[in-house]
């Protein structure tokens, strides 16, 4: 059985749908409007000894833009493990970076002996405050023993949502680890450029920015923004600025990572969609102008790495707040992206956030407004 989008929960329809999959493998991407249908996946599943992994996420993709409601089912070809679990809020990242560890060496010691390293493809409940640091203590502790790779789920509201799921279980503040064959490496791209000088987080804790340069973050960010647009922004508009214009942190190496503030507390503190640590150095990003040319070097580098046919699915999580940016031409992006592949299939969803590296065999980072894409045979 290939891939297959659903938008209709008929229990006897969808049934019939999953019987070819008995006894084997499926990951189910649900879109949000649809997430009281969990229940009745789970039982069909189980019911056919199917072992489900599942997210929740604010929407789908396909090859014709966003799906707003249904499910994607995709199938897993073996090697493939996945394990759904709880991640405790009072344990510290270190500390959940050590419950990670641990259940990762317990599947890599029955992945194929002499294969190359898997990726680990990681799926946060988006409500995780401290994502970041996880990433930087596992890198610690398992090194180059995987490559690295994941998504964000949970509500495109920024409200609590449980939304991980496996044959039994539904989670809110959880992560499900998945070890994907080598040749199933993701990429990832999201061309946000510099566009002012470099400014200084001088008071920040997970993912608040209370001072920027000392003075409160959101009047330096009202700042930047009245400089580019003559504008001055107010609490409301923030998201709908940010996501074309967000803060980037600036790294040793060069390389950007996007932030995307979404919030503003009664003490003009930004609530962003992942960590800033304090003393970062910050700048104001512009988000990418064409939705062509970061689809088509993203493109590349998979047929780099994979002779891409039209047996191939292209299965992409896309950024909700790139998607913001792009509006109408997301669908653009998307179809470059699956043309310039050589794939015949796309399949995906809304991410509310990106794990990978700029290049193959970096360090993890944990991104927003990113394209991640991978292909696969169907």
Not at 123 to 135: E, G, K, R, V, Y
Not at 141 to 164: D, I
Not at 213 to 218: V, Y
Request: aromatic residues 8%.
């Amino acid at each position: 059985m290939k891939q297959h989008y659903v938008c209709q929960f008929n229990p006897t329809e969808l049934a019939a749908t999953l019987a070819p999959l008995q006894g084997r493998k499926l990951t189910i991407l649900l879109a949000e409007q649809d997430c009281a249908q969990v229940a009745l996946l789970q039982q069909l599943c189980s019911d056919l000894e199917i072992t489900l992994d599942g997210a929740i996420f604010p929407k789908l993709l396909g090859a014709q833009g966003l799906l707003p409601q249904g499910a994607w089912l995709l199938p897993r070809p073996e090697p493939y493990q996945a394990t759904l679990m709880p991640l405790p809020p009072e344990r510290d990242a270190a500390q959940l970076a050590r419950l990670i560890t641990d259940q990762v060496a317990s599947m890599l010691a029955t992945w194929p002996a002499l294969s190359p390293p898997p990726t680990l493809f990681l799926t946060f409940d988006n409500l995780i405050p401290n994502i970041a640091s996880i990433l930087d203590a596992l890198y610690l502790q398992l090194a180059n023993r995987v490559n690295y790779a994941g998504t964000n789920a949970g509500s495109g509201h920024f409200t609590p949502l449980a939304c991980l799921f496996d044959n039994q279980r539904l989670l809110a503040y959880g992560v499900t680890c998945t070890l994907l064959p080598n040749n199933s490496f993701p990429f990832l791209e999201h061309g946000y450029q510099l566009s002012a000088q470099p400014m200084l987080a001088t008071g920040s804790g997970a993912n608040t920015i209370t001072y920027i340069d000392w003075q409160p973050a959101f009047h330096t960010y009202q700042e930047l923004i009245r400089q580019q647009f003559q504008h001055t922004l107010t609490h409301e508009e923030l998201y709908h600025f940010a996501v074309h214009m967000p803060l980037g942190l600036l790294l040793a190496n060069g390389d950007v990572i996007v932030r995307i503030p979404f919030d503003v507390t009664d003490e003009g503190a930004l609530i962003c969609s992942s960590e800033v640590s304090e003393h970062s150095i910050l700048t104001l990003l512009k988000a990418p102008e064409s939705a062509t040319d970061h689809a088509c070097s993203l493109a590349r580098r998979l047929c780099q790495q994979q002779d891409l046919t039209r047996a191939h699915l292209l299965e992409v999580y896309y950024c909700a707040g790139r998607q913001l940016h792009f509006g109408q031409q997301t669908v653009t992006e998307l179809r470059t992206l699956l043309s310039d592949s050589g794939a015949g299939e796309l399949a995906g969803a809304l991410s509310l956030g990106e794990i990978g590296s700029i290049r193959s065999g970096d360090y993890p980072q944990f991104h927003n407004g990113a394209i991640l894409c991978n292909g696969a045979l169907v």
